[in-house]
């Protein structure tokens, strides 16, 4: 594995010589553009608005532009004198409790290894300070000559680092959840727990593959041996739950693997609703038209008959 970093982690006085290294690797196939009628590569210049010409990449600046169009053009040395006091340091800010960084702030993950075999005493120190008290650092690193937050925390028998949004890198999310007065019923929440439960049955999160990456590669494979592409139709979603009641409880029988609207399922509803419904009345059975008919002219053929007597 190839070390991206090196440097300390820095805490008090204490300093971790450590190596950085990726934690995650995206997998697939890297597709590049192609001209769709013949195959040929396309290839992307770097061309000068001003001048037309192909500019090198040796010669490519950075560049602001203010409303007024002026531009303010920043060059690789520019950024490289820009003071960076984190540049090999991994700053211990602060050790917070663990549930107090919203996962919504973290971005790409990395793994910790110290540097030498000096290092390796004040590294478990900190790792297992961190395991024991159940928390995690919050710090600041400097990787590809930006400045970041980081939270600093234990996986495993390693130290993890990953990267962290800014505080006002973070959108604001107001007004965008339902209004508080739509509820939910106790009866809902019941079935919704169950459905959980189910769907949580015997899961195994390592067992999951990238189901539309097989597929491209399956795609792939097909065109590279001129063979027809086979084709399998998305699912759809649902466009709108009318019965809540009732669309939470095909899923509950239909992730238990039972048929909708067996016995079994509406027992697990009825269990789920946490009642059991009322015995309903018995109603006396309606009569049919010829039936009423017949019984309404025997009834007064023998009122006829008790008055002729």
Same mark, same amino acid.
């Given at each position: 594995?190839?070390?991206?970093?090196?440097?300390?982690?820095?805490? $008090?006085?204490?300093?971790?010589?450590?190596?950085?290294?990726?934690?995650?690797? #995206?997998?697939?196939?890297?597709?590049?553009?192609?001209?769709?009628?013949?195959? %040929?590569?396309?290839?992307?210049?770097?061309?000068?608005?001003?001048?037309? #010409?192909? &500019?090198?990449? #040796?010669?490519?600046?950075?560049?602001? +532009? !203010?409303?007024? $169009?002026?531009?303010?053009? &920043?060059?690789?040395?520019?950024?490289?004198?820009?003071?960076?006091?984190?540049?090999?340091?991994?700053?211990?800010?602060?050790?917070?409790?663990?549930?107090?960084?919203?996962?919504?702030?973290?971005?790409?993950?990395?793994?910790?290894?110290?540097?030498?075999?000096?290092?390796?005493?004040?590294?478990? @120190?900190?790792? #297992?300070?961190?395991?024991?008290?159940?928390?995690?650092?919050?710090?600041?690193?400097?990787?590809?000559?930006? +400045?970041?937050?980081?939270?600093?925390?234990?996986?495993?028998?390693? @130290?993890?680092?990953?990267?962290?949004?800014?505080?006002?890198?973070?959108?604001?999310?107001?007004?965008?959840?339902?209004?508080?007065?739509?509820?939910?019923?106790?009866? +809902? @929440?019941?079935?919704?727990?169950?459905?959980?439960?189910?769907?949580?049955?015997?899961? !195994?999160?390592?067992?999951? /593959?990238?189901?539309?990456?097989?597929?491209?590669?399956?795609?792939?494979?097909?065109?590279?041996?001129?063979?027809?592409?086979?084709?399998?139709?998305?699912?759809?979603?649902?466009?709108?739950?009318?019965?809540?009641?009732?669309?939470?409880?095909?899923?509950?029988?239909?992730?238990?693997?039972?048929?909708?609207?067996?016995?079994?399922?509406?027992?697990?509803?009825?269990?789920?609703? %946490?009642? /059991?419904?009322?015995?309903?009345?018995?109603?006396?059975?309606?009569?049919?038209?010829?039936? %009423?008919?017949?019984?309404?002219?025997?009834?007064?053929?023998?009122?006829?008959?008790?008055?002729? %007597?």
């Amino acid at each position: 594995m190839r070390t991206m970093w090196k440097g300390a982690i820095g805490f $008090g006085l204490v300093s971790v010589p450590v190596r950085l290294y990726a934690a995650t690797q #995206e997998h697939g196939i890297k597709l590049h553009q192609v001209h769709a009628e013949d195959g %040929g590569r396309i290839r992307l210049k770097r061309v000068c608005d001003s001048c037309g #010409e192909d &500019v090198p990449y #040796e010669e490519v600046a950075k560049g602001f +532009e !203010d409303d007024e $169009g002026h531009t303010a053009v &920043v060059t690789q040395s520019d950024l490289a004198g820009l003071p960076l006091p984190s540049k090999k340091l991994i700053d211990v800010l602060a050790f917070v409790d663990a549930d107090r960084i919203d996962p919504l702030q973290l971005s790409s993950s990395y793994y910790l290894a110290p540097d030498s075999t000096a290092a390796d005493k004040p590294y478990v @120190l900190l790792r #297992e300070t961190l395991k024991q008290t159940d928390r995690v650092a919050v710090t600041k690193i400097a990787l590809r000559t930006r +400045e970041s937050l980081a939270l600093l925390r234990v996986h495993e028998d390693l @130290l993890t680092l990953h990267t962290m949004y800014w505080p006002d890198e973070i959108r604001d999310s107001t007004d965008l959840a339902p209004p508080s007065s739509v509820t939910v019923r106790p009866q +809902e @929440l019941k079935m919704a727990t169950s459905l959980m439960d189910t769907l949580s049955e015997d899961f !195994d999160l390592t067992a999951l /593959e990238d189901e539309y990456q097989v597929a491209l590669d399956d795609l792939i494979a097909a065109h590279l041996d001129h063979r027809p592409v086979a084709r399998k139709a998305a699912t759809k979603a649902p466009d709108n739950v009318i019965d809540l009641m009732s669309a939470l409880q095909a899923s509950i029988d239909r992730a238990a693997g039972k048929p909708s609207g067996t016995k079994a399922g509406t027992k697990a509803k009825k269990a789920a609703a %946490g009642r /059991e419904p009322a015995k309903a009345k018995a109603e006396p059975k309606k009569q049919t038209g010829r039936t %009423g008919a017949k019984k309404t002219a025997a009834k007064k053929s023998r009122s006829a008959r008790k008055k002729a %007597g």
